[in-house]
């Protein structure tokens, strides 16, 4: 993952949010319900306090190439998954954002999969072509839901707040 303000914030708020939710589903006994509301309202102020910590934006320049159909990508991992691509007989994308500030951003697309090399880190999961973005872990085909974690072409992480004002 690159290493953006706006991306460490995400992660952050993203655990925040889980630990709020797994509260609610710990499924304490009733003699509990007390101390749990409590510690709920606690997190709750705590998630809503990280939530006004919210970064600017980050303010790299990108420039994203469109799609290069059947291109061979930079990074060896990625180009390692074109070779069994190729074996397979299933054709391939390949973007890649580079920025004002030297990083680059290479994403692997075959179908609905993706696979993307940000910031020395791989991700794998469901690709959306209409979004451009990759929903990590997430595979339809096999059940599989996601982390959760979705990145735009540029590494950055899409979130959204759970949480009602």
């Known amino acids: 993952m690159l290493q953006t303000a706006m991306n460490e914030w995400a992660i952050k708020a993203i655990q925040l949010e889980t630990a709020l939710m797994a509260l609610d589903e710990v499924g304490l006994p009733a003699s509990m319900k007390g101390l749990q509301e409590k510690a709920e309202q606690a997190m709750l102020a705590l998630v809503r306090g990280w939530l006004e910590q919210k970064p600017k934006a980050d303010e790299r320049k990108w420039k994203v190439t469109p799609a290069q159909e059947g291109a061979s990508p930079k990074d060896e991992e990625l180009a390692d998954v074109v070779s069994h691509l190729k074996e397979e007989g299933v054709e391939w994308s390949v973007y890649l954002a580079t920025s004002d500030k030297g990083d680059s951003v290479e994403t692997l697309v075959a179908e609905d999969r993706g696979w ?35 990145f735009t072409l540029t590494g950055e992480l899409v979130y959204e707040s759970q949480i009602e004002g």
């Not at 794998?124 to 839901?145: K, M, N, P």
């Open 116 to 150: 993307m090399a940000a910031g020395g880190e791989y991700y794998s999961g469901q690709w959306d072509e209409d979004t451009q973005q990759l929903e990590v872990g997430r595979d339809d085909e096999e059940g599989e839901l996601g982390t959760g974690l979705v």
